[in-house]
């Protein structure tokens, strides 16, 4: 199990742009292999938002970020656009 976390900061322009198309996204990404989607506005920095989810394999990750990255109708919205869409997955850590 991976667990994948998207960061962004919005263009405060195209803000209610961006939320349209965020109230399908648990959809798009679960359709995709994502569970537990959420997304997440942060409280002292407005505007910067996180989404979390797990997915079961590596190759549903790279393929939810190749997805996303290319996704130009919501990059627009992202200040600096896909090369600021940051897509990171992790794996738990193996302690002791």
Same mark, same amino acid.
């Given at each position: 199990?991976?667990?994948?976390?998207?960061?962004?900061?919005l263009?405060?322009?195209?803000?209610?742009?961006?939320?349209r198309?965020?109230?399908?996204?648990?959809?798009?990404?679960?359709?995709?292999?994502?569970?537990?989607?959420?997304?997440?506005?942060?409280?002292?920095?407005?505007?910067l938002?996180?989404?979390?989810?797990? #997915?079961?394999?590596v190759? /549903?990750?790279?393929?939810?970020? %190749?997805? *996303?990255? @290319?996704d130009?109708?919501?990059?627009?919205? #992202?200040?600096?656009g896909? /090369?600021?869409?940051?897509?990171? %997955?992790? *794996?738990p @850590?193996?302690?002791?």
């Amino acid at each position: 199990m991976l667990t994948v976390f998207i960061e962004y900061k919005l263009d405060s322009e195209k803000r209610s742009h961006a939320l349209r198309l965020l109230t399908s996204m648990a959809e798009r990404m679960e359709a995709m292999g994502a569970r537990q989607y959420r997304s997440m506005e942060g409280l002292d920095q407005p505007g910067l938002f996180v989404e979390a989810f797990d #997915v079961e394999t590596v190759q /549903a990750y790279e393929a939810i970020k %190749a997805n *996303r990255l @290319a996704d130009q109708d919501f990059c627009d919205c #992202v200040s600096g656009g896909a /090369a600021k869409l940051h897509v990171w %997955a992790f *794996r738990p @850590a193996e302690l002791g």
